[in-house]
């Protein structure tokens, strides 16, 4: 099913209004986010309401706002900001699932998703045991062959905090320009929730990367109970190094990284994750 929905300003806000004052257990599962940010450090917000069935919005860029210096300089991002997810230590939790499709930007296409390529995205998550699953669905609103796919949540009983960006060189917009795209999203409730002391896992873990099989990227999630130097490297089966995706001093926390093997070939490999007191090494298969 799908729906054709016109969205002026006046709707979007009363829309965003409704969904702020729902309950807080639905963790904001009733909207997205998205960010413009302008080459000289301003940047502009918006939450747009989505359904469980694909809606396609034409949303005039004026709707970020019109303050002093709006679009006065060319736009340097667009980011992606999922909302929701996440519960409480051993009680209610939940993942939410959005899907985004044919993102575009005034006359400028920002992406159809059609390649299942997301080399030019960028990922980023707050290390309070938030995770971002960044994939490709066929679950398309038309006869595209693939959307993009975010599944996010948070498993130390926080709210999810995270985002995904495309990057811009010399990108000039107007306020009168209009940002077009499908979108929908569910909510999911999840089984086993890991169990933390003070927000800390219990344990060191490395786990199985998701999708798998993948083309072209996959997620890998793990856990540090302890601050470690990590380093997390996708090897082949010849044991020479393909990837290095990890290589820092990072926080006790869960943690997510995106591996984009868009220029590696189809095979088997592995991904071991090392720190001062833990190694652990895991099997994943691309498959183009």
């Not at 002093?68 to 997810?85: A, E, N, R």
């Not at 189809?266 to 833990?278: D, I, K, N, P």
Request: with cysteine; proline share 5%.
């Amino acid at each position: 099913m799908k729906r054709i929905v016109g969205v002026t300003l006046s709707l979007i806000v009363s829309l965003i209004v409704m969904a702020e004052h729902r309950s807080a257990a639905q963790m904001f599962s009733d909207s997205i986010g998205f960010r413009l940010f302008e080459d000289d450090g301003q940047d502009w917000s918006l939450k747009v309401p989505r359904d469980t069935v694909w809606n396609r919005y034409s949303i005039p860029l004026s709707a970020f706002g019109n303050g002093s210096g709006f679009l006065d300089t060319s736009v340097t991002k667009f980011v992606v900001v999922p909302i929701g997810g996440g519960g409480l230590i051993g009680g209610p939790y939940v993942e939410v699932v959005d899907w985004i499709d044919h993102l575009s930007l005034a006359d400028s296409l920002i992406d159809d998703f059609d390649d299942g390529d997301y080399s030019d995205w960028f990922l980023d998550i707050a290390t309070n045991g938030s995770y971002l699953r960044v994939t490709s669905s066929s679950i398309t609103p038309d006869t595209s062959v693939h959307c993009m796919q975010l599944a996010h949540g948070n498993t130390m009983g926080q709210s999810f905090a995270g985002y995904v960006e495309k990057r811009f060189t010399g990108l000039f917009l107007a306020p009168t320009d209009t940002l077009r795209l499908w979108l929908r999203g569910k909510i999911s409730p999840v089984a086993g929730a890991p169990q933390t002391t003070n927000g800390v896992p219990p344990a060191f873990a490395l786990h199985q990367n998701y999708p798998n099989p993948f083309n072209p990227a996959t997620t890998i999630n793990y856990q540090l109970a302890a601050k470690s130097h990590v380093t997390l490297k996708v090897f082949d089966i010849l044991g020479r190094e393909v990837a290095m995706l990890v290589n820092e001093v990072q926080y006790p926390g869960f943690k997510s990284v995106l591996f984009n093997a868009s220029g590696v070939a189809s095979g088997v490999y592995l991904y071991r994750m090392a720190t001062e007191r833990f190694t652990q090494t895991r099997t994943l298969v691309l498959f183009k």
